[in-house]
């Protein structure tokens, strides 16, 4: 009988797994392939140079850079976002007064919230980042006119033109421009929750936090996690590439602050003539994707709540 | 939410399939798909156009009905002056097609693949952000030799040849290693310091000729409210645009070749100790701009178009690229770089030109004695004409500027030249080593320095290290001065 099942089951993923296996894993294997030659990208010919690519890696400091910041927006990014989102989501749904009719419902305005949340996600990365490209100028720009306004006229920081802060300005953005998405998303989720564990928790004198720790968070974990691994995938992926790229220019913020694996692909391969060392950073970007989702995976293992 | 696969000792479920398959991709995807989405296939095939007869007014030996490709980089420039000088082309060669021209900013993303691929076109500018690597193209056989170009009749006086109608420099600057040409450059670009006379004037100084001179005017616009520099700090490679003149005129030429030969030691020199310090005062002195450090190049040419600055390190291109912010009585100039005293190796005037806009012609062109014969056209004196009357810029074409109205600017850099003779320098770095150059010393050495985060002495360590480790990398090509 099981036998039976699994062939019957492979056997209607025939033509999509085979679509996959031409247009996905196939460049996968290719590329894996090219960071052992030392293609340059502009011409067709090329030689295998065996594991000089790996070893030029390993002692190079600005992949280590790279790395590490790539690391770090992978950690911090998902965390900021999915708490501050959790926490809109939970405020828009069922953190308001107890109204007529209504056991839980959230803050006054909520419909309007979530629109203005949701706001930043129908704008592109590129055109956010432009944007706050102009509000980062220090000369005139909206962030420090205003610090000039309130009357901060000392206080005007370089933002992305200071190594200790562009980084985090990217991420600020970063969480601005995606934060809406899983509002919406853990919204959705919410609303599924049935309305009588809420009376019940109510009912037995809960409060909001309570609720939201005992209540709400655990019955949203599956939705959570796949946050988790979406959001990780932007921070290590094209949203980070794009606002890195478009915001700090020049190769990455200044002395290297910012610079993302994404982006040192991106500019060994283009700009470098480098082809060949591209893919093997982009083997060591594979590696830190994975693991970054067998981890989250791993972790977010947890008894399944069926209602 | 609710029931999912609930089989835990029944093999897989559907489910389990299909999210064990997913999760293989999701972890894949993004990492590195779109690298290979230009995976290298074979060389394309061979289909040449013949070769014309070469005639007297056809020396290059164009096919005449064969059709010709253009690819320009649409930036600083634009392309209307292209254009015009492939509306020549046809007008010689009535029986060939309508020459195909596309413009671009995005050269390297759009070409890449096409030289990967074996049918790149026949004439390419090969300028801007996405500039694809010389180094590499000549050195993987990418790029057509010029020299039939150059040794080719010029248009405008048959006796002449095309080599011999190029300003000083611009030849040299096509070759790499020996004697082939690689790359015709079009446009003449003057670098150095540019002001606003009008400015000057309202502090009643002029143009300082040495440091003494540029610290006291920059203490007394300070007293006004107005800064002594600014520069894009988001590209601090603008930086050497003054500042390798400045120390070629303190230590001789030599030091700057030195640094280009990637030698030992290059940077130690104390020319460029004492030209890195003098450029340090100016931040320590509070010279500089606030809020430069952050500021790209239009931001910064705008503060400094807007009165807010006196100087910029800059080239010839920022006349067309400013022009929508500079007001009717700027009075934009350019000079050589303040010397430091009277003991410099150099006098006062020498300057940095050399030429701009890179037009290559592919190896595996189709046509390439096509886009041989468009570049003859455009240097010739009517079309090189064309292009400084639009783009207000110089072009390779020595001369061609006669009655022609000269906008300050423009009339500046050609006095700049004149006065500058034989001072010309020319660092490679820019064309040689374009990561060392704009992101190591320039960004995270000079731009670091400039922004007040490393002394001078460390910026030289820095760099040299940078330096040297260029110097040592195999998987970059060497060059040196001959």
């Known amino acids: 009988m099981q036998h039976g099942r699994y062939r019957f089951i492979v056997g209607f993923l025939v033509a999509p797994l085979a679509l996959y296996a031409v247009f996905v894993i196939w460049p996968f294997i290719q590329s894996i392939y090219y960071s052992f030659t030392d293609w340059t990208g502009l011409s067709p010919d090329f030689k295998m140079v065996g594991f000089d690519n790996y070893t030029r890696m390993f002692k190079d400091d600005i992949f280590w850079k790279s790395l590490q910041h790539s690391v770090l927006l992978v950690l911090l990014l998902p965390l900021v976002t999915l708490g501050l989102a959790l926490f809109f989501a939970f405020m828009l749904n069922v953190g308001g007064r107890r109204r007529k009719n209504a056991t839980v419902s959230g803050v006054r305005g909520s419909g309007f919230y979530k629109i203005a949340y949701f706001f930043p996600q129908v704008l592109s990365i590129v055109i956010v980042a432009l944007l706050f490209q102009f509000a980062f100028n220090p000369r005139g720009g909206m962030i420090n006119s205003t610090l000039e306004g309130i009357g901060l006229d000392s206080f005007q920081p370089e933002w992305l033109g200071d190594p200790n802060l562009a980084l985090i300005c990217v991420m600020t953005v970063l969480v601005w421009s995606t934060v809406g998405f899983f509002v919406v998303l853990f919204s959705a989720g919410m609303a599924s929750i049935p309305k009588d564990f809420y009376e019940a928790a109510l009912l037995d004198g809960a409060n909001r936090f309570t609720t939201f720790f005992k209540i709400t968070l655990p019955l949203l974990w599956d939705t959570v996690q796949s946050g988790w691994v979406y959001m990780g995938i932007l921070a290590l992926g094209v949203e980070a590439f794009t606002a890195v790229q478009v915001m700090t220019v020049g190769p ?14 991106y500019q060994t391969a283009f700009r470098d003539g480098q082809a060949g060392y591209a893919t093997t950073i982009g083997v060591g970007l594979l590696i830190v994707t994975m693991l970054f989702a067998a981890v989250v995976m791993r972790l977010g293992r947890r008894e399944r709540l069926e209602f | 939410m ?12 559907r489910r389990d399939v299909i999210k064990r398959s997913a999760a293989l991709g999701l972890i894949s995807v993004p990492a590195m798909g779109f690298l290979s989405a230009c995976a290298s296939s074979d060389g394309g095939s061979d289909k040449k156009v013949e070769k014309g007869k070469v005639t007297k007014d056809n020396p290059l030996g164009v096919n005449e009905t064969a059709p010709l490709e253009v690819v320009i980089f649409n930036g600083g420039f634009g392309e209307q002056y ?9 007008e010689a060669f009535p029986k060939a097609p309508k020459v195909k021209h596309a413009a671009t900013q995005k050269i390297q993303s759009q070409l890449q693949p096409r030289f990967n691929g074996g049918t790149p076109p026949d004439l390419i500018d090969n300028s801007g952000a996405e500039q694809m690597d010389m180094g590499v193209l ?61 400015a000057l004037e309202k502090l009643d100084a002029e143009y300082p000729e040495t440091w003494d001179d540029m610290l006291a005017l920059c203490k007394k616009a300070k007293k006004q409210g107005i800064a002594g520099w600014t520069y894009p700090g988001k590209y601090p490679y603008y930086l050497p645009f003054s500042l390798y003149p400045f120390i070629a005129k303190i230590g001789g030429r030599e030091v700057l070749d030195k640094i280009d030969n990637l030698e030992p030691n290059a940077w130690k ?25 952050a500021l790209t190049h239009i931001q910064s040419q705008t503060e400094w178009t807007k009165g807010k600055a006196l100087f910029i390190p800059n080239g010839s291109w920022v006349e067309n690229e400013a022009a929508a912010t500079t007001p009717d009585d700027f009075k934009m100039m350019v000079a050589a770089p303040s010397g430091l005293d009277s003991s410099d190796k150099m006098p006062f005037g020498t300057i940095w030109a050399s030429g701009g806009e890179p037009f290559i012609v592919p190896a595996k062109a189709n046509n390439p004695e096509g886009g041989m014969e468009q570049l003859r056209i455009m240097l010739s004196e009517e079309s090189s004409k064309n292009f400084t009357k639009q783009v207000k810029s110089l072009s390779a074409f020595n001369g061609g500027t006669d009655g022609l109205t000269l906008s300050t ?10 006065k500058a003779g034989d001072n010309v320098v020319n660092p490679r770095m820019q064309d040689w080593y374009v990561k060392l150059q704009k992101e190591q010393i320039g960004t995270a050495g000079i731009g670091e320095m ?33």
């Open chain 1, 252 to 265: 990455g913020g200044p002395d290297y602050s910012t610079t993302v694996l994404p982006l040192y692909v």
């Open chain 2, 2 to 13: 609710g029931s999912t696969s609930a089989h835990k000792n029944e093999g897989p479920g």
């Open chain 2, 82 to 90: 292209a254009i015009d000088a492939e509306k020549k082309y046809n």
């Open chain 2, 138 to 198: 000549v050195g993987k056989k990418q790029l057509m030799d010029l020299t039939p170009l150059m040794d080719a009749p010029s248009i405008d006086d048959p006796s002449k040849k095309v080599r011999d109608t190029l300003r000083p420099g611009v030849l040299e600057m096509g070759q790499f290693d020996g004697d082939p040409v690689w790359i015709m450059y079009y446009a003449y670009t003057v670098y150095g310091v540019w002001y606003s006379q009008t």
């Open chain 2, 269 to 293: 020199d104390p020319a460029v100790k004492t030209a890195f310090e003098a450029y340090y005062e100016l931040y320590k002195k509070g010279y500089i701009l606030d809020g430069t450090p």
């Open chain 2, 409 to 418: 600017a423009l009339q500046s850099g050609v006095d700049a030249l004149k």
């Open chain 2, 450 to 482: 400039m922004a007040g985060r490393l002394t001078p002495a460390e910026a030289i360590k820095k760099i040299q290290a940078f330096a040297d480790a260029a110097a040592k990398d195999q998987s970059i090509k060497h060059y040196k001065h001959q």
